[in-house]
């Protein structure tokens, strides 16, 4: 009981901003074949802690399980290069047909909330360090005929840097302004603050909203773009066949009809409803 006790005492005071902050740099440190102690230096300048202090939390967090401690204890099994690439392609796919990151990597983890953050953590890790293989992924989709979704073209949320700190925490904030808020004569302070709120809940939804239909409407522009191409590449290989001499057809035809296959390719596998 002690130790649960001295472990809380240990989180106390980290935000979830930090806490995912020192979980990425242990992420990029690994990935890099650099120290933990490396990751602790750099955390403790960031936030102002104590690199002891720092050390002692991150092994806190492993030793007491959950996502972190899975991904950080020594039983966690890394990605390998094809996995790497095979999740990339479907991630990148999934979201040229509007699929959320969460939604595709909550699939690939079989329903499992710690199998999604498996996932989620490694593809974004990659977006973020590895664009190599990102764009050599979109490259090799684009070949493919396939509709590619851009993960650099409208980047979500802000970078990861210095955690923002608080002068004081929202509680004494909000305390506050409920407070000036009750000497205004006539208004129900608990019914304004709700409406307040659902407002402003409303607005984040709608702004979420918006991010989603642009990029669908990137990935149509895109899909279309590409419909254009193969369709133009149809109407040469039609053209050229037609324009050739009647006498000299029977000796082309098996040539045509080869080009003519390739060039409806792409386009079956563009085209809804269709299997190619």
Same mark, same amino acid.
């Given at each position: ?109 079989? *329903? ?70 009750? *000497? ?88 809804? *409803?269709?299997?190619?």
């Amino acid at each position: 009981m002690m130790e649960l006790v001295k472990m809380a005492r240990a989180h106390a005071g980290w935000t979830e901003a930090e806490e995912a902050l020192l979980f990425d740099l242990a992420d990029r440190a690994r990935a890099a074949g650099r120290p933990l102690k490396s990751v602790f230096d750099e955390m403790a300048a960031a936030s102002g802690r104590r690199p002891n202090s720092v050390r002692n939390f991150y092994y806190a967090r492993v030793k007491g399980g959950g996502d972190a401690g899975e991904r950080h204890s020594p039983s966690f099994v890394p990605f390998t290069e094809a996995e790497s690439q095979r999740l990339m392609e479907t991630v990148l796919l999934a979201q040229a047909s509007g699929e959320s990151v969460r939604s595709c990597t909550l699939r690939l983890g079989g *329903g499992q909330q710690r199998a999604m953050l498996r996932y989620q953590n490694k593809y974004r890790a990659l977006v973020r360090s590895d664009p190599t293989l990102v764009r050599r992924v979109m490259e090799k989709l684009r070949r493919e005929g396939q509709p590619v979704f851009d993960p650099y073209a409208a980047p979500e949320g802000r970078h990861a840097g210095r955690p923002r700190k608080r002068e004081r925490p929202c509680a004494d904030i909000a305390h506050d302004v409920a407070a000036a808020l009750e *000497g205004v004569e006539g208004l129900d302070v608990p019914a304004f603050l709700t409406a307040l709120g659902k407002l402003a809940l409303a607005a984040t939804g709608g702004a979420e909203r918006t991010h989603q239909l642009e990029k669908q409407l990137r990935c149509e522009r895109e899909r279309n773009r590409m419909l254009l191409n193969s369709f133009s590449e149809l109407l040469r290989v039609n053209r050229a066949f037609l324009q050739s001499p009647v006498k000299s057809r029977d000796a082309k035809i098996a040539v045509y009809l080869s080009e003519l296959e390739t060039s409806l390719r792409p386009c079956e596998k563009l085209l809804p *409803g269709e299997t190619g």
